[in-house]
């Protein structure tokens, strides 16, 4: 938690990439899956791949490719977000020292997490 508060709206961005990259290769997936048990156009997948000469790995792309709007809005609002951020904690002291802090002891926290498991 502490080092949420160092790095800021940031650490929005792994989950939701992860998010991101399920829901395609589910979506990839699920295209083959119901192809031939549902009649008609089963999705967007099909589609592409039924009157073209893609493989199925240019599928996968084409895929990936039309959702990629999605993920750079997502890119967007969360650098707006750390500027906006970034901003307001380096322009008042308080919240400098809030930030330190919170990295001081995120870090030390960390290193006693790793001391309890041998990492370190």
Not at 18 to 30: G, R
Not at 34 to 59: F, K, P
Request: net charge negative; proline share 2%; hydrophobic share 45%.
């Amino acid at each position: 938690m502490s080092l949420s508060i160092f790095f800021g709206p940031v650490v929005v961005l792994f989950p939701a990439l992860l998010l991101h990259e399920i829901v395609v290769s589910v979506l990839h997936n699920l295209s083959f899956f119901a192809h031939g048990l549902i009649q008609g156009e089963t999705s967007a997948m099909s589609y592409i791949c039924r009157y073209s000469t893609y493989t199925v790995d240019e599928c996968f792309w084409s895929l990936r490719e039309s959702l990629e709007d999605s993920r750079e809005s997502l890119f967007s609002y969360v650098d707006a977000s750390g500027a906006r951020y970034n901003k307001l904690t380096t322009d008042y002291w308080p919240f400098v020292v809030v930030r330190l802090l919170a990295l001081c002891l995120g870090g030390v926290a960390l290193v006693e997490n790793w001391n309890k498991q041998g990492v370190l």
